[in-house]
């Protein structure tokens, strides 16, 4: 989901979209926890995107120790958000591994033969590791 500044940029579980795409969902990554500190300002926030036929793969980037992660979810996550009544972002984010380093989410591309399509945002690794493969 596109924010109006990059420290808004989240990937959610969609749960309502309109013309222009999804406005609400449900945090996977960063989890809402991680999105804001403790007195609300933004602390990590996706600085771009891959997918892949059934990956996404994440990069974020944490502001107040300035570190990347790399996170992967499963793209066969099957959940209905209107039967969940608590712990909703709990139970999705079953479907997501992370972080990672750079070095692990290479080995982890790799491992899984993972082919990327598309690029969404800004990510330097996943943009040259699509150039290498």
Request: glycine content about 6%; hydrophobic content about 35%.
């Amino acid at each position: 989901m596109k924010g109006d500044r990059e420290e808004d940029d989240v990937v959610v579980y969609c749960k309502e979209k309109d013309n222009s795409g999804c406005f609400a969902g449900v945090y996977i990554v960063p989890s809402y926890d991680l999105h804001y500190d403790s007195i609300g300002k933004f602390h990590v926030h996706v600085l771009g995107a891959a997918v892949s036929n059934n990956v996404i793969a994440v990069e974020t980037f944490n502001k107040f120790i300035a570190d990347t992660n790399y996170w992967f979810i499963n793209k066969s996550l099957s959940f209905h958000l209107d039967t969940c009544v608590v712990d909703c972002e709990k139970s999705i984010n079953k479907y997501c591994e992370g972080p990672f380093n750079k070095e692990r989410a290479l080995e982890y591309l790799g491992a899984k033969k993972i082919k990327l399509k598309k690029m969404y945002g800004h990510s330097k690794i996943f943009s040259d590791y699509m150039k290498g493969m």
